[in-house]
Structures are given as C-alpha cells and as structure tokens.
C-alpha cells in the first residue's frame, strides 16, 4: 500500500527534502494521530542525526541537490553511507596493517544537455512534494498503517 506512493519511494530512498520543525498534525485528539505523532518524531530525530553525520563528514551530502539526478543522489549517498560505514569500522581496528590501495577507475558522469527540460522536470518534482492534498493522503494513509501495525502487535 504505501510502497506505491511516489512521495514514500522518494523518502525510502534517502532523497529527503529538507525539513521543518513543525507537528504536521495539529489536532492530537485520538490514540492514532498521537501514535503517528511519536513515531513521527522518533523518526525525525533519526534522519536529522543521520543527515548531521554525513553532512560533517561529506561536503557533497551538505550543498543543494535539487537540481541533480535522482539516481546520482542515489549513488552519491550510497557512497557516503558506505564510506562512513567504512571508516567507522577503521577507527575501531586500530591495530590493523595498512594495506596497499589501488586507485578506481574515474567514472563516466552523465551530463544534461537540455537545461530546459531538466529545469521542468525540477518544476515538476517541486510540486509533488508540495502538493497539499498528496501530503495529506499520505499521512493518513501512513497513521492507519501504522495503527494497524500496532494493534496487530498487541495480539
């Protein structure tokens, strides 16, 4: 049900808008929109720390990426999550040799020709995430998901 929406793709693969520190449900009347108000929260708090992370470390993950591909921003976090991952585990195995690296081969960079076409493609991107209703339906089609994940784990 929600791997579908265009807008849950997006999130799910680590191409986040930036956020604002706003309660998206105003009205917290009722077990379900304050479930989903803590989990959202919980959320929240990981990606920003996430995010945080990445951006000291990597300058690329820190400038503005509305404008690039959605597979580069793929590839590119991809990378620095590795990466990351990767000098976490050096700084842990203090003791190990140094081994001997070999440089990898540059890769090939793709790049747009027809500026027009890829700004109203931005265009268009920039309206799904802000298009209100969209927005809407999603959140409350994730608060009933995440009801029906609850009141199945208390059985």
């Not at 579908?4 to 997006?10: A, G, L, T």
């Not at 700004?119 to 991107?125: D, G, N, P, S, Y």
Request: with cysteine; glycine share 2%.
């Amino acid at each position: 049900m929600l791997e579908v929406h265009h807008i849950y793709n997006i999130l799910f693969h680590l191409q986040v808008p930036t956020l604002k520190m706003t309660m998206n449900i105003h009205d917290l009347r009722g077990p379900k929109k304050k479930l989903f108000a803590m989990k959202q929260e919980g959320c929240r708090k990981d990606v920003e720390r996430a995010f945080g992370v990445l951006q000291s470390r990597f300058a690329i993950v820190a400038g503005p990426a509305r404008f690039w591909n959605k597979n580069v921003l793929h590839d590119i976090m991809t990378a620095c999550i590795i990466m990351h991952n990767m000098i976490i585990e050096d700084e842990r195995d203090v003791d190990a040799a140094i081994e001997d690296w070999m440089e990898a081969p540059t890769p090939e960079v793709e790049i747009a020709v027809d500026e027009n076409t890829r700004f109203q493609e931005f265009l268009a991107r920039h309206r799904q995430i802000k298009d209100r209703e969209a927005h809407i339906a999603l959140r409350n089609t994730l608060i009933d998901h995440l009801w029906e994940e609850y009141t199945n784990s208390e059985n």
